[in-house]
């Protein structure tokens, strides 16, 4: 079998994890954690949006910030891109208080910035602008009270959007698809963290790496998984999400896994990745909110 990574400077190489994902944070201190990868398709979203909703089942309150011009976590969650007011751009680029462009979901402590199309454009809009990378940094500041936990879904790319999010993150989850060619770019990403680490976000780290899509009937995806491990032996998350139709059917439904089939593999990996999550996080638990029950209602 043809190796699984490319002889190209753009790989990620053996020794680049440092092996610590010390994610302890000072008391107080809101975990911000971008989902970030710039190779397209490899579960960014799915990853970010069944996180963010499996957090608001567990009691968490969460901010889920769609940094895509794609829109596709905002459309995830059954929020119509076309139709959303303010979003992500006006925020970027106008200086739109974040507070103002929050829409709120119909999962209780859930709230999301939406994107939309116009996102596309900020990338050269900011180009000159002061401050352009910091930008989301300084509009969460204010609000990061609210919140047990800001997500951020990052397009897959490593411009001033993807920069925004690791600017303003403490944490970056990788995801990481079990297919060929996976870590090929992954050593731009790291040096792009180690960039933004050194020069704008010193608390910035690697939080995890999550395998995603792997199909158990391939020897190409153990391969990959071990091969990924090879590169960060101790940041990979014991989890590892199958691929499954039902992860790649709940967002035509506009939900989340959890929520269109509760009981299926891929709810129960994300599940176990989000248990892990809140673990390396040190986020503490929460009270699980009261749902409407009839149980006990009869004599
Ligand atoms: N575990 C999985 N099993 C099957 N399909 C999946 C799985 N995870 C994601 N998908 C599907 O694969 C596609 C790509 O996933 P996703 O949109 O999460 O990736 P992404 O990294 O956010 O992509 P982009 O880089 O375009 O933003 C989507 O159609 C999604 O529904
Ligand atoms: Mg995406």
Do not use: W
């Amino acid at each position: 079998m043809a190796s699984v990574t490319a002889a190209s400077p753009v790989v990620a190489q053996p020794g680049h994890d440092p092996g610590s994902h010390d994610a302890a944070r000072p008391r107080g201190v809101v975990p911000i954690v971008a989902f970030a990868n710039q190779k397209g398709g490899v579960g960014k979203t799915t990853t970010a949006v069944n996180t963010a909703v499996s957090l608001a089942q567990r009691g968490y309150r969460i901010l889920l910030i769609d940094a895509d011009p794609q829109g596709n976590a905002t459309s995830s969650l059954g929020i119509d891109k076309l139709t959303v007011g303010r979003s992500i751009y006006d925020v970027l680029v106008d200086r739109l208080p974040l507070s103002e462009a929050i829409e709120s979901t119909d999962r209780p402590g859930l709230d999301l910035v939406a994107s939309t199309p116009t996102l596309a454009g900020a990338e050269i809009e900011l180009v000159e602008a002061g401050g352009r990378e910091t930008r989301l940094r300084d509009a969460l500041a204010g609000l990061l009270p609210r919140y047990d936990i800001v997500l951020i879904d990052c397009p897959p790319s490593l411009g001033l959007l993807t920069v925004n999010a690791l600017t303003a993150a403490r944490s970056v989850v990788v995801p990481i698809q079990c297919e060929f060619l996976a870590l090929e770019g992954l050593g731009q990403l790291m040096t792009t963290v180690d960039l933004v680490k050194r020069g704008l976000n010193p608390p910035l780290d690697v939080t995890g790496v999550l395998m995603t899509m792997f199909d158990a009937r391939t020897r190409l995806s153990a391969h990959v998984v071990a091969e990924v491990r090879r590169y960060f032996p101790h940041r990979m998350f014991g989890t590892v999400v199958p691929r499954s139709v039902r992860l790649a059917e709940a967002p035509s439904y506009g939900q989340a896994i959890v929520e269109y089939d509760p009981s299926s593999r891929g709810a129960e990996a994300y599940e176990a990745f989000v248990n892990e999550l809140t673990t390396r996080l040190h986020l503490p638990p929460r009270p699980r909110p009261v749902r409407e029950s009839t149980e006990g209602d009869h004599p």
